[in-house]
């Protein structure tokens, strides 16, 4: 099948998958290739990094950040649906990356080195304000000083969540239509 098509019928599968699953994905159709340039902005790939990803989906943020780090890097990308697990399991194969089928919260189970980046698009607008804040402040102590967490959202209004975690926050809203805003929070 030529490329294009193929690309064609991939977004139309993933769309079905996200909406049949819009409570737990908070999404119709995954984020646009805006949206992964910007939220990958602050990765260094001159370094070997520990990057970790909230919220895989069908892995299109997580080819964009496989293909921004070096050899030695490595990346553990967190997700709940089990489905969306096997699919990029099938479709990305790459050593460096590490899908694990849990919840952001429970990143301590499966992560034990200090990270340097982390990549989130996980729907933390359905999220409790509890759950929102336990990921947030445990994601904190992950990071590395100087590191970035940055997340895509649709609204500018969670901010307070993660300015009270967070030293420094910046939102940079993308021109796709619906309109991204990406939090890129910083420990300094
Ligand atoms: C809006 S989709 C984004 C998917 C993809 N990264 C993209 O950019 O299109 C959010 C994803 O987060 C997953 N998710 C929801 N809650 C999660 C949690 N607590 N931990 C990890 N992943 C979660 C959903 O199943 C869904 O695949």
Same mark, same amino acid.
């Given at each position: 099948?030529?490329?294009?098509?193929?690309l064609k019928k991939n977004?139309?599968?993933t769309a079905l998958e996200f909406t049949k699953n819009i409570f737990t994905t908070g999404a119709v159709a995954q984020?646009?290739?805006?949206?992964?340039?910007?939220?990958?902005?602050?990765?260094?790939?001159?370094?070997?990094?520990?990057v970790?990803?909230?919220?895989?989906?069908?892995?299109?943020?997580t080819a964009e950040i496989l293909s921004k780090l070096s050899k030695n890097s490595k990346l553990y990308s967190f997700e709940v649906n089990e489905e969306f697990c096997e699919y990029v399991a099938k479709e990305i194969e790459d050593d460096r990356l590490s899908i694990v089928n849990d919840g952001? =919260? +429970?990143? *301590?189970?499966h992560? $034990?080195?200090?990270?340097?980046?982390?990549?989130?698009?996980?729907?933390?607008?359905?999220?409790?304000?509890?759950?929102?804040?336990?990921?947030?402040?445990?994601?904190?102590?992950a990071l590395k000083d100087k590191a970035y967490f940055s997340q895509?959202?649709?609204?500018?209004?969670?901010?307070?969540?993660? =300015? +009270?975690? *967070?030293?420094?926050? $910046?939102?940079?809203k993308t021109n796709n239509f619906p309109a991204g805003f990406i939090h890129h929070c910083q420990k300094t």
């Open positions: 099948m030529p490329a294009e098509k193929n977004k139309f599968k984020t646009s290739r805006e949206v992964e340039v910007e939220i990958t902005k602050y990765l260094n790939a001159n370094k070997d990094l520990v970790v990803e909230y919220g895989l989906g069908h892995g299109n943020i952001a =919260e +429970n990143i *301590f189970k992560v $034990e080195e200090k990270v340097d980046f982390f990549v989130s698009s996980i729907p933390i607008t359905f999220f409790s304000k509890e759950k929102t804040e336990l990921i947030l402040n445990q994601s904190y102590k895509i959202l649709y609204s500018k209004i969670h901010i307070k969540k993660f =300015e +009270n975690v *967070f030293d420094e926050c $910046e939102i940079v």
